[in-house]
């Protein structure tokens, strides 16, 4: 075959040991057949890194590699053997092949559990709510970018990352979500009141903007302390 299918692209992204640097054509499939890189899927793909980091938090999704080669770096002994940790696999040390041994890649059974939140259903569909209520955010910000002030949109893309931070803390129950999360929501209100964010209902910011602070004076005069740090969070942000 010349032409990249479904089932090609599958084995690029499983973690099993057969799909590891595999399958690396976008369209034709033929470059990885010239190259010695091509693999067919004879066993069931699972999806995921060969070693899971299990977090929803967004930067460390992003960038646990670069602190992973950071680490192996000062880690490998002798100057030129640092400056291949850098550019070959990441299962390489001294000694091994370019690419590591692949019996060291954790082997998969085909039953593995994706990782999920351990946190309630009701946080859980807080969490999806603002992740739309972004998302919608996102879209406007990008709809309407050749308008935007400079610091409007810098205003707006910080924003939006911390969302998604937030939103990652908050679904592995780390102890400081509900303070970011606190965070999150009042300089929403900040950005809306100096027009940097466009309220979804305008003639209902300013009952909202009440409430909120109403809630939030609730929580530092200690009148919720009883309620559980998960539930405050939804007090605080409705």
Known sequence: LILNTPSHHRVHHGRNRYCIDKNYAGTLIIWDRIFGTFEAENEKVVYGLTHPINTFEPFKVQFHHLVNIWTTFWATPGFFNKFFVMFKGP?????KPRLGLSEEIPEVKGNEVPFSSSASQLLRIY??????????????????????SQVTL??????????????????DQKPKAAVLETFRCLLFLMLCRFGHLKPFIPSLSFTFEELFLLTLAVKLLGLKNSLPPWERVFLLCN
Do not use: N
Request: with cysteine.
């Open 127 to 148: 969490a999806v709510v603002q992740f739309a209520l972004m998302l919608t955010f996102y879209e406007e910000t990008f709809a309407d970018k050749a308008a935007l």
């Open 154 to 171: 810098l205003l707006r893309v910080c924003f939006i990352i911390l969302t998604l931070t937030s939103i990652g803390f908050l679904l």
């Open 91 to 95: 299962g390489w040390s001294p000694g």
